[in-house]
């Protein structure tokens, strides 16, 4: 197996809606248990957030057949409202 610790990813993209929207959407709990799942056989049924350099997320993904689920978490380094967001998992 490779050891992967240091390895760093990025990700950008480009949204076509009001930045302030966009951002609550991506970074609020309530928001985030409603998209952020790849196909309609998984669910969100519980989601944190401490937007914060230093803070905790953490994202439960489930299949709705109650057959798996498990956490998405980390820290964030670096939070620039409605700029950047740099976080380790």
Not at 10 to 37: K, L
Request: charged content about 20%; overall charge negative; aromatic content about 14%.
């Amino acid at each position: 197996m490779q050891d992967t610790s240091g390895t760093i990813v990025t990700v950008s993209t480009i949204v076509q809606a009001p930045v302030d929207q966009v951002w609550c959407f991506f970074t609020t709990p309530d928001h985030i248990m409603q998209w952020y799942f790849a196909t309609p056989e998984w669910y969100v049924p519980k989601a944190t957030n401490d937007l914060r350099p230093g803070g905790k997320f953490s994202t439960t993904m489930a299949a709705r057949d109650g057959s798996v689920s498990f956490d998405f978490e980390g820290e964030y380094q670096t939070v620039e409202e409605h700029r950047r967001i740099d976080y380790t998992m």
